[in-house]
């Protein structure tokens, strides 16, 4: 071990954000997400809904008895997602919170999307912005799709009003929790042909007054699941090219900014996949490099980032389908070892810069899984290793990089195992690398009572670990 010197953790030039449960799926913990995919994401992006006016709220209203059996997925008095417990009455002990701080905890911001009652008072509104203040820079998508017409907000109100809506919950949500940056996500330019958006009068304010432009596209998708079959003929599924998608996504940003009066917003794809239902595991896998490839291929500066929906799907809509013997058991699919290269590569992966020489104890700053800061530990390896562990003495709550493989260190972790880096891999001569770490919220929540806690996280790391690196066996082969 040479020295020890400060790493600042930057963004990628177009960050890889990963949707985690759904309607179509239950959430999958960050642990076991790290150990398939070896990097955390910019963000994890959560579904849940709010509408507290309902009697039967805050239950799923899929599990609602007495409530007649859909014919469709969104055939149901409010939005099949679990429930936000927060809110007038309800508290942060529940879910969303506990997934929220998991997330966090891990080196990674929450996008949380829910869909809410687009007559709830102001005090409703004002609530969740309480709930949301300790958990650091948070991306707030409100009532997505919001064009659409599937969705219980669209069916209560008339597409003003989910657009008058979104702006007062705006307003109140960020005077409450400034640190939180909301997502408009509508359908944007749906037809090559047409130069307006749908909707576009109606949500011309919004554009104006939300901080983050969004569009969901799906190169192939079976919207009929659960309920049918996707059949050649039938009508309750589409494909599209992977080309006419970019360029869907494209044209909307260019909208958006002339919408804008031409300032600029960062633009990101809340949404994007293709549906093995339609196009087969292959075919999915190969939809997504394409897309991936496309935007990488044009260095689409206008795009800051995307969101593959999802990690574990009951359906062909995940990086995993669920087991149907078993329910917290998922099927990788071929996109999984896809997207795993994608999200890895130069482009979509958060950079870092080195700076000065420093001594222990360090302060080190979480600020978001774009703006934090670090150390590196400069380390030797004169060859393959076989042994290379971190022991720890303390309580620290730690995300560890090593030659782009990343690791997390729980605060009642002892024992980090970096071996996996080298799986598959072979150093071919002595190789001089750099150990990182950096330290997210221990809780997943930032302290308030500081005067910037409101977007910083504070940890003094008084000690490094002890780097155990052994190049041979315990003990040798024996004939």
Avoid at 449 to 457: I, R
């Amino acid at each position: 071990m040479d020295k020890i010197f400060s790493v600042k953790l930057n963004k990628a030039r177009c960050a890889a954000d990963l949707g985690d449960g759904s309607e179509r799926g239950e959430y999958v913990s960050q642990d076991y997400i790290l150990s398939r995919l070896g990097r955390p994401h910019r963000s994890i992006s959560l579904m849940y809904c709010y509408y507290p006016l309902d009697k039967e709220f805050p239950a799923r209203i899929s599990e609602v008895q007495g409530i007649s059996k859909a014919r469709y997925q969104w055939d149901y008095p409010y939005d099949d997602y679990f429930p936000y417990l927060g809110g007038i009455g309800g508290n942060t002990d529940g879910e969303p919170f506990t997934s929220m701080r998991e997330i966090r905890r891990h080196g990674q911001d929450v996008t949380l999307t829910l869909t809410i009652d687009p007559f709830v008072s102001d005090e409703h509104l004002a609530a969740i912005g309480d709930d949301l203040r300790p958990f650091g820079r948070l991306f707030l998508r409100i009532n997505h799709e919001a064009t659409g017409n599937w969705f219980a907000f669209n069916k209560r109100a008339s597409y003003q009003q989910v657009a008058d809506f979104y702006c007062r919950a705006v307003h109140i949500i960020k005077e409450h929790a400034p640190n939180v940056l909301t997502v408009l996500c509508i359908g944007g330019i749906e037809d090559l042909s047409s130069e307006e958006m749908v909707k576009e009068k109606e949500f011309a304010q919004a554009v104006r007054e939300t901080d983050i432009w969004s569009v969901d596209k799906y190169i192939s998708l079976h919207w009929g699941f659960p309920f049918d079959v996707a059949e050649r003929g039938g009508n309750s599924h589409r494909r599209t090219s992977v080309k006419e998608i970019f360029q869907l996504i494209k044209r909307s940003y260019e909208r958006f900014l002339y919408l804008n009066s031409g300032v600029p917003k960062p633009m990101v794809v809340s949404e994007i996949n293709s549906d093995g239902d339609v196009v087969g595991a292959v075919g999915q896998a190969e939809d997504m490099r394409r897309f991936y490839d496309m935007i990488e291929a044009e260095n689409a500066d206008w795009l800051s980032g995307v969101t593959f929906y999802q990690f574990r799907d009951r359906g062909r809509l995940g990086l995993e389908i669920q087991d149907s013997s078993d329910c917290g058991t998922g099927i990788e699919q071929p996109v999984m070892a896809v997207y795993r290269n994608i999200i890895h590569r130069p482009y979509f992966s958060p950079s870092m810069t080195a700076g000065k020489e420093l001594s222990l104890p360090v302060k080190l700053r979480w600020g978001s899984s774009e703006d934090a800061e670090g150390i590196g530990i400069s380390i030797h390896l004169e060859a393959q290793p076989v042994f290379f562990e971190l022991y720890f003495e303390d309580d620290s709550n730690l995300m560890i990089e090593l030659m782009g493989m990343w690791f997390y260190k729980s605060p009642k972790t002892k024992t980090v195992d970096l071996m996996p880096v080298f799986f598959g891999s072979e150093l071919t001569a002595p190789t001089d690398t750099e150990l990182r770490i950096f330290a997210p919220p221990a809780g997943g929540e930032n302290d308030l009572s500081l005067p910037d806690g409101l977007f910083n996280y504070y940890y003094t790391l008084e000690k490094l670990p002890r780097i155990r690196i052994r190049t041979a066996p315990t003990e040798p082969c024996m004939d």
